[in-house]
């Protein structure tokens, strides 16, 4: 890890070096600071601990110390064994197509004003933004509406509290460095009480869990979304009870990765449209069809059947994974196969690491023809093998929210470039250099485009009017 340690080089890019080191074998081992990691470079065999032999490999490593972080600390990702299984089940149901289709204006209104704010601020002529913090202010207000049932502006009222507090937990500078502590060293992390979050974040999301539950106990607010089904539970004998403080857990991870992480997505299609004015003629001639086809009103099912914007949205995954590698924890003693034909299976005990390189996957020549290449056609004419695509994880641990996440994001990017032309800025650097001051998946000087009103005269149709507002909005 010296090369990354002194920031020659980034984490991703190192483990697909190593990556390529073995070619022929089904996995390799190396470690990650102290730690071992055994590394699985098979799509077999990934599939294999991953779903057939899941229950011996069900367990995350952990990012959040729970003494320091007591309320962080019990988010889903971090859960283990039967309190993961309880607690997963549990929230499954915010995710369904139908939970998803009753949050589908709730989005489009939050991409209204983010598309009316670029508008008016930049008129005809082309204006250089700061995407990532103008789409995070896009997933702010997401979130707060469809999982806390907070309407915020964060265009109109950008020092909201909600964007303040979000600013504060982004995995970069500060954070990134407690993240690979506590990742890495986590005796140290406690020795010098290095809380990941601390109590004004902690204490944020309390008392808006908090107030929320009150006032649907007193008002009698239904809405479909996670913070309802663990109030449900309180009344159901047969499953777990659940309380403010777990509550809080599961909406502050949610929080987590809806504001930073899937923001993050978002800014590399931005980036990669912006910069590929083929692929950008292409989705809009889709999107214009779009809005032909539904009169100016886009609706959940028309969006969905996109081929070419999931076609963008799935390459770009492939090419800037929101997570470069996936981690396991074996909890059961099991028998790998030989790494290359002719030598001894290895065990595997409890408590041993496991990585699957997501980054290094979706760049290897063998899955992917010109694998650096951004080049949406070939999702769009089915030549990717799904057993080596997995930007969201794979098997019961795969991302709770990955619907939720896909929405958002087709759901911006259509508003983006119905009404938007989406420019490269002296900024923007053309190809991308990936960051190797951090963890995470960033580019080096961050995301900076153009935006420029289409001159289009395509009306701004709202698409939440009043009788489609869930109630309690």
């Not at 190396?30 to 991953?50: E, G, K, M, N, Q």
């Not at 009870?241 to 590399?268: H, R």
Request: net charge neutral; with cysteine; glycine share 6%.
């Amino acid at each position: 890890m010296a090369p990354f340690a002194f920031r020659r080089i980034t984490h991703m890019e190192l483990q697909q070096r190593m990556y390529n080191l073995f070619p022929d074998a089904k996995f390799f081992g190396l470690y990650d600071f102290l730690t071992p990691i055994i590394v699985i470079r098979d799509p077999d065999l990934i599939s294999t601990i991953a779903i057939k032999q899941f229950d011996n490999f069900c367990d995350h490593h952990g990012f959040i110390n729970e003494i320091l972080d007591p309320i962080a600390g019990k988010n889903l990702f971090n859960l283990t064994g039967d309190h993961w299984r309880e607690m997963r089940k549990l929230l499954s149901p915010s995710f369904t197509s139908s939970k998803m289709k009753m949050m589908f204006g709730l989005m489009c209104q939050c991409a209204e004003n983010l598309t009316n704010f670029v508008i008016t601020q930049s008129g005809e002529a082309a204006k250089t933004y700061d995407i990532k913090d103008l789409l995070s202010r896009y997933t702010n207000d997401t979130i707060a509406t469809c999982a806390f049932g907070i309407d915020v502006d964060s265009f109109k009222n950008p020092n909201n509290e909600f964007f303040l507090v979000g600013n504060k937990v982004k995995f970069e500078g500060w954070m990134d460095f407690k993240l690979q502590m506590h990742l890495n060293f986590p005796e140290v992390a406690k020795l010098f009480k290095l809380r990941m979050f601390g109590p004004r974040v902690e204490n944020f999301f309390k008392n808006v869990v908090a107030t929320t539950v009150k006032a649907r106990d007193e008002q009698g607010i239904v809405r479909p979304d996670m913070i309802q089904l663990m109030m449900e539970s309180r009344n159901d004998d047969s499953g777990p009870k659940f309380d403010i403080n777990e509550m809080t857990a599961q909406a502050f991870v949610f929080f987590l990765a809806g504001f930073d992480m899937t923001a993050t997505a978002m800014c590399f299609m931005t980036h990669e449209i912006g910069v590929n004015p083929d692929v950008q003629r292409k989705l809009r001639e889709e999107i214009d069809d779009v809005l032909r086809q539904t009169n100016g009103k886009p609706t959940y099912e028309a969006i969905n059947r996109m081929k070419y914007l999931d076609a963008v949205v799935n390459e770009t995954q492939r090419l800037y994974p929101i997570t470069h590698f996936l981690d396991r924890k074996c909890v059961k003693e099991t028998e790998l196969p030989p790494v290359t034909p002719g030598d001894k299976p290895i065990m595997v005990k409890p408590g041993d690491r496991i990585w699957f390189p997501t980054f290094s996957l979706h760049r290897d020549s063998k899955f992917y023809q010109y694998p650096d290449k951004f080049d949406p056609d070939r999702f769009f004419n089915g030549d990717v093998d799904n057993s080596v695509y997995m930007p969201f994880g794979i098997g019961p641990r795969i991302c709770i929210g990955n619907r939720f996440a896909l929405m958002k994001i087709k759901i911006v990017l259509f508003y983006l470039l119905w009404h938007c032309d989406i420019e490269p800025d002296v900024k923007t650097r053309i190809p991308m250099v990936l960051s190797k001051r951090t963890l995470s998946l960033l580019p080096d000087g961050g995301f900076w485009m153009k935006l420029r009103a289409r001159k289009s005269k395509t009306p701004v149709v709202p698409c939440l009017s009043n009788e489609h507002k869930i109630e309690g909005q």
